[in-house]
C-alpha cells in the first residue's frame, strides 16, 4: 500500500492505494451522554386583543376616516407586539468582512473562519498541481506495476520547481504535471529525499504562481489549517479544511517506513491529496500532506514544511538532496523514561536503544566509524541541546538535526553521568537506503 494519491486510478474509485497506518487499539472510558437538546427558550408573543370593527356609516369621508383608524391601530398592535417580544431593542448590525455579522455570539466567528479559508484556497490554489504518473512500481499490489497513478504538488518556485511526496513518483517512468488552468507539462524527479516520504520534480517553465512557504514551527494546536490537493485522481484543487490536531506525531506506514514529526489535522485527506500543500489561515504552506489512519475519519498526518525546506534550497541551487548524518540511535526522553531510567533530566535523547519496556536491548546506539562515534559520543548520553537549541518533545533531536548540511560541524551538549559537556561532531550524510 502507498499514500493518499500516490497511484489512484482515475478509471477505478474501489481500489484504495491510500498510504496509512494501523494505530495499536486502546481501551475506550465510559462517557457520559446526554442526548437531549435545548434550544434557547423565545419569550411568548403577547397577546394582542383584536380590535373592534367600526361601525358601518355613510359618505366617503366616514371610509377614509375609518380607513386610517384601522391602519393605526394595527401598527400600533404591531408596534406593541414587537417591543414586548424585545425585537425592537436590538441594534442592527450591518455586515462586516473583518469581524462578522453579530446575529448570534457564534456566526461572527464563522464569517472569519470562511473567509480566512476562502482567501487561503485563493492564494494557494493556482500554484497547487496534478501529477499523473505512469510505470510506478507497485510490487506489493495486484498486478505489480500500476499503469496511471495521481498525486498531487505545490510549486514552490516559479521557474518550475514543485515539491511532493516520494511515494508518489518514486519508480515512475514517466510524469504529468497539470496546472490549475489546465496547461499540462512533462516532468522528472529531480531528486528523492533520504529522510521523509519527500520528493522534488521539475517541470520547464517560467513566472508561473509560486505558493509562499510558511513557517511550521510556530503551528498551535487548534488552529485553522486547510489542505488542497486531488483526491481520488479526479477532483482537482479541491479544498478541505480541519484543525491541527496534534504536532510531533510518529507513524509506522505499511510498507513499514516509520515517519516521525508530523503534523496530525483532522482536514479531510483522501487518495490523490498527497504531496499537496497543507496551508495556514494566512495562505502559506506549513505542510505536506502524506498519510491517512486506517478505518479513521479525521485522522491525517502532514511533513512540516521547515523539515522540507533544506532540500528546497537544495534543488535551487542545483545540488544533490542530502541530508545530514550523525550516526547514532536514541530514545527521545520523556517525564516516564526520567523516570524508569532515574535519568538526570527529563529532557533530551538518550543515546542506547531500548525495547518496550524501556529495558536495553544490547544494541549498538553509536553507529560504528559514523560522525558521532569520530567525535567520541558514548553509549548512554544524553544529547540536551544541538548548536544551543534545546532538545525536548516540541524539538526533537532528528527534526533539529534536519536544519543542518552534510559536511557542518555541530555542537552537542551532552550529559554523560553527573557531569555535562560540549562534543563538536561533524556531520556526515544520511546513507540512502538507512
Known sequence: MGAPGAATPPSSLEWDETRVFSPTPQPRPAWAHDDTWRAPGAAPRPAVAPLERPRRTSGLGTIILAALIAAILGSGGTFLALTAAGLLDRQAAAPDVGSGTTVTTRQPLTLQESSAIIDAAGKVGPAVVRIVVSGTDASNLPGGVIPEGVGSGVIYDSRGWILTNRHV??????????LKDGQEYRGRVYGIDTLTDLAIVKIDANDLPVAPIGDS????????????????????????????????????????????????????????????????AMGNVIGINTAI??????????????????IMQQALANTELTRPYIGIRFMPIDVQLAKDLSLPVKDGALVRVLDSNNRPTGEAAVIA?????????????????????????????????????????????IVRGGGRLTIPVTLGTRPPNL
Request: glycine residues 12%; hydrophobic residues 40%.
Open 369 to 413: 566509524d559514523g560522525p558521532a562515534a569520530a567525535a567520541g559520543v558514548q553509549e548512554g548520553d544524553i544529547v540536551t541541546a544541538i548548536e544551543g537549541v534545546t532538545i525536548d518533545t516540541e524539538h526533537p533531536l532528528d527534526a533539529v538535526l534536519s536544519q543542518f548540511a552534510p559536511g557542518q560541524t555541530v555542537e552537542l551538549d
Open 293 to 310: 489512519a486506517r478505518d479513521s475519519n479525521g485522522i491525517g498526518f502532514a511533513i512540516p514544511v521547515n523539515i522540507a525546506r533544506p
Open 169 to 178: 513518483v518514486a519508480d515512475s517512468s514517466s510524469l504529468t504535471v497539470e
Open 217 to 280: 514551527g510556530e503551528l498551535k494546536v487548534g488552529q485553522l489549517v486547510v489542505a488542497i490537493g486531488s483526491p481520488l485522481g479526479t477532483y482537482s484543487n479541491t479544498v478541505t479544511s480541519g484543525i491541527v490536531s496534534a504536532t510531533g506525531r510518529r507513524i509506522q506506514v505499511e510498507d513499514g517506513t516509520v515517519l516521525t514529526n508530523l503534523i496530525q489535522t483532522d482536514a479531510a485527506i483522501n487518495p490523490g491529496n498527497s504531496g499537496g500543500p497543507l496551508i495556514d
